[in-house]
């Protein structure tokens, strides 16, 4: 098992730039906005021979609201889980009382504590962290997370020797993307797939900020569940905190090898989940929906509900539907079923003889069109990649095969090789005579 290291401080002390720093990525939202990391965020650190895993969380606040209380309880939840803990000031800043605060508790857990000082970028080190001796808490450790000074001798604080091994090879098995509108139920169903209350949950819209990455294990069988924020309107989203939301839960959809789309059943489906539902197919990525809240609604109610998002979401034949209640746990063991058969799908291996073979039996169900008078010909087909499955199909006046031929194509593949919660791509390419 790999060490868990935990960044803790109060909001704004650099948090989450210490930890794209130590992960070499981008993957935790930065802004001068307070409180933008709401959720535990887990990375994979591999710097100077050293392996951990390291954990963003929320500032730590004396806060009395709802949603603050909720973030200084995930991250004194990530404290207890971590193995290591760095404690984050502001050398600029001072420290505070709530730094004081913050470092009294740390006191009394007594896990191993390394004290950062960061934003020391042109101070000298000896007076910017002259005041962080006061807390009692061992040498502080200057350090400019956003240029990267002073990060070796971190590493060298945290792990005094290497740790890395050759053959460390973890992986995070499917990638599985929640996705959907605001305050549909996504951290509800993110905290019943783990069993614990691992997002934070909250009634107003808009509480998930960043995309969440939490490992799972279930039967075996490794997943990685990206929680996101909700996406609005274009023209509802104003705030820059939001517009970062909105740019990381689209960059989910692209990194990630299934998406669980969320809908409301008492709201239904709208023009923005259909909008959202065709940037997930663009991306060509397999797809299961779930619609949730459908406990407490009339057997009428329901009946309505299934018919207008059956003919709304036709488009999307492919994809396994399930109603469900995130709240109370009804259905949601049935979405891993279909989430596997979907990415068993999408990275399905093909053959060119079984495709040509298909290929042949598709234009004896239904023959290609005319085109001056000539009839299409459509001569082979073999594998041009997968997830999603995309066939490449070889022949003559290709290009003047309409639509609805390439439609009635990508679902005869689909029904034959029995591809369920994946699209499947239909490449043409016309083969040039080289006597014309």
């Known amino acids: 098992m790999l060490p868990v290291v935990a960044i803790v401080g109060r909001p704004n002390v650099g948090k989450s730039t210490l930890f794209n720093r130590l992960t070499r990525t981008r993957d935790a939202i930065i802004s001068a906005y307070p409180g933008m990391t709401r959720d535990r965020k887990f990375g994979d650190v591999h710097l100077e021979n050293r392996h951990f895993i390291i954990v963003d969380t929320g500032g730590i606040t004396d806060e009395t609201d709802d949603v603050g209380k909720l973030i200084t309880q995930q991250a004194l939840h990530a404290i207890e889980d971590a193995d290591k803990i760095i404690f984050l000031i502001d050398g600029r800043a001072g420290l505070t009382s709530e730094d004081r605060m913050i470092a009294k508790d740390l006191r009394r857990i007594g896990k191993p504590l390394t ?29 400019a997370a956003v240029h990267g000074t002073g990060i070796s001798t971190l590493l060298t604080a945290l792990f005094p020797e290497a740790n890395e091994t050759a053959n460390e090879n973890e992986t995070g ?42 490992p799972l294990e279930r039967f075996d069988k490794q997943y990685t569940l990206i ?26 959809i692209e990194n990630c090898n299934v998406v669980l789309y969320v809908v409301d059943a008492r709201r239904g489906v709208t023009d923005h989940d259909l909008k959202l539902l065709g940037f997930v197919l663009e ?60 990415y068993e799908s999408a990275t399905k291996k093909l053959s060119t003889p079984q495709l040509s073979r298909l290929l042949q039996l598709a234009q004896e169900t239904h023959q290609p069109p005319l085109v001056h008078g000539r009839r299409v010909k459509l001569r082979y087909a073999h594998p041009g990649g997968y997830n999603p499955p995309c066939i490449v199909i070889h022949g003559n006046q290709l290009h003047a095969l309409p639509e609805s031929y390439r439609k009635f194509l990508e679902h005869f593949y689909q029904k034959k090789l029995n591809l369920h919660g994946t699209p499947v791509l239909i490449e043409f390419r016309t083969n040039e005579n080289p006597y014309r």
């Open 115 to 143: 004290l950062a000082v960061n934003k020391t970028e042109g101070l000298d080190p000896s007076i910017s962290t002259a005041e962080a001796h006061e807390l009692g808490l061992g040498t502080p450790i200057a350090i």
């Open 173 to 214: 098995g499917i990638r599985l993307a929640i996705i959907g509108q605001p305050n549909v139920g996504k951290s509800t169903l993110t905290n019943r797939m783990l069993g614990e209350e691992r997002v934070i949950v909250h009634d107003s819209p808009g509480t998930t900020r960043d995309s969440i990455f939490i």
């Open 283 to 342: 991306c060509g990525k397999a797809l299961v929906i779930a619609i949730n809240k459908w406990d407490g609604m009339t057997e009428e109610a329901r009946n309505q509900a299934k018919a207008t998002i059956d003919r709304h979401l036709d488009f999307v034949q492919f994809a396994r539907i399930h109603y469900i209640s995130a709240l109370h746990g009804s259905g949601v063991g049935n979405l891993f079923d279909s989430v596997n058969e979907a």
């Open 227 to 252: 929680d996101t924020a909700g996406v609005r309107r274009r023209k509802n989203v104003s705030e820059e905190p939001e517009k970062f939301s909105v740019v990381k839960t689209l960059q989910a």
